[in-house]
């Protein structure tokens, strides 16, 4: 099993959703998704990642790397207003770090490897990762257009407040 990279169009294309009890193909595939994700020092990685179309990624955001977790057929369900952006990088694009502007926490309805449904917030880089793992399950990479726009608009926002607070402060010494 190998990590597929960009700009492979297999990470492109749709994937469906996972249908319970979990085959045992699906099984071996969670575990070595797991075991890719360690060996490569990621933090997620999503099915299709690894050349397997289905709606399913892992997660260890822990220095630890003792416990992965497994989210089957997920739903962001709630939204964070406040955004915050830092550097991201993807195991399907390698070498490349690009600033990606997202919500600080998310909600998410996903079924564990046993078909139970389950529903928990994700913070900060745990957030992150979920929003990045869910974005390849809908075909999308952090070097898509809107990314880099937005991190654009949010630098071009950033400049106009502190050329403003700059003429602020000019005013107040005159
Ligand atoms: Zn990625």
């Known amino acids: 099993m190998q990590i597929v990279e960009q700009p492979d169009i297999f990470l492109r294309e749709p994937t469906s959703e996972v249908k319970f009890p979990l085959s045992s ?13 360690y060996r490569n020092n990621g933090i997620g990685l999503a099915a299709n990642q690894v050349g397997y179309a289905r709606r399913m990624f892992v997660m260890d955001t822990t ?7 497994v989210f089957i057929n997920p739903v962001i369900e709630k939204v964070a207003k406040e955004k915050l952006t830092e550097k991201e990088g993807c195991l399907s694009c ?12 998310v909600g998410l309805k996903y079924f564990c490897r046993h078909g139970e449904e389950q529903y928990k917030t994700f913070y900060y880089l745990s957030s992150r990762v979920v929003q990045h793992e869910m974005d390849h399950l809908n075909g999308k990479l952090i070097i898509d257009k809107d990314f880099l726009e937005e991190a654009e608009k949010e630098k071009e926002e950033l400049n106009e407040s502190y050329k403003e607070s700059v003429r602020q402060a000019k005013e107040r010494k005159e």
């Open 25 to 37: 193909e699906d099984q071996v595939i969670i575990d070595q998704m797991i075991d890719i994700m």
């Open 63 to 69: 220095s630890s790397k003792a416990g992965a977790m």
């Open 94 to 105: 390698q070498k490349q770090l690009v600033e990606v502007r997202r919500p600080i926490y």
